[in-house]
């Protein structure tokens, strides 16, 4: 997938702050330390590529709902339109 992938930043910042503040809670917990809610800013065509990439179907699903671009899959590639 080369370029830029065509997202809506509003979903999907939503759902990545969500996973983010999961995360710091588990960390929080295992680590013994207070939970801090600040979250730092995002790249959220990294993330998007990242959970394309290595995320589970259930994830890739929730990215793929966050893509305004219309998918087309040919010969075993992704091209978004």
């Known amino acids: 997938m080369a370029g ?3 997202l809506n ?3 999907l910042t939503e759902k990545l702050n969500l996973e ?3 995360f710091k809670k588990l960390q929080a917990m295992f680590l013994g ?3 801090s809610s600040k979250i730092k ?3 959220l065509q990294h993330y998007a590529k990242f959970v394309l990439k290595e ?3 259930l994830e890739k699903r929730s990215i793929l709902e966050c893509l305004k671009s219309e998918i087309l ?3 075993k590639k992704i091209q978004l339109m």
Do not use: A, H
């Open 41 to 43: 800013p995002v790249d």
């Open 4 to 6: 830029r992938i065509e």
């Open 9 to 11: 930043e509003v979903q």
């Open 55 to 57: 995320g589970s179907t």
């Open 20 to 22: 983010i503040k999961k």
């Open 33 to 35: 330390r207070e939970n």
């Open 73 to 75: 899959l040919l010969n």
